[in-house]
Nanobody, 124 residues
Framework: QVQLVESGGGLVQAGGSLRLSCAAS????????MGWFRRAPGKEREFVAA????????LYANAVKGRFTISRDNAKNTVYLQMNSLKPEDTAVYYC?????????????????WGQGTQVTVSS
């Protein structure tokens, strides 16, 4: 089992920044590739960003490319999502997730473990 706990969400004005954190516990964090997803009101959960076990490869959704950065600190068992130039359409509950395959994965159903989510609200 891997337990994931997100933090860092909140209310921010358009153009502002937030950094989300996801702390993992339970198993060896560096064995898991990580992803960030989000669900906006009335919409399906969607892929935001992913990072491999070593942090050497990352992938971003087109909607956030150039504004968001995913990173990880395996010594701290934590993955981050730095979000800059936030837009109202970024408003959503953000989730981190983990899987053990040695590759980038964007599909939600291929992730094994999920956090409870953290709310991000961007006002215009």
């Amino acid at each position: 089992q891997v337990q994931l706990v997100e933090s860092g969400g909140g209310l921010v004005q358009a153009g502002g920044s937030l950094r989300l954190s996801c702390a993992a516990s339970g198993r060896t964090f560096s064995n898991y590739a990580m992803g960030w997803f989000r669900r906006a009101p009335g919409k399906e959960r969607e892929f935001v960003a992913a990072i491999t076990q070593s942090g050497g490869n990352t992938l971003y959704a087109n909607a956030v490319k150039g504004r968001f950065t995913i990173s990880r600190d395996n010594a701290k068992n934590t993955v981050y999502l730095q979000m800059n130039s936030l837009k109202p359409e970024d408003t959503a509950v953000y989730y981190c997730a983990a899987h053990s395959a040695p590759r980038i994965v964007v599909s939600t159903h291929l992730y094994t473990y999920w956090g409870q989510g953290t709310q991000v609200t961007v006002s215009s």
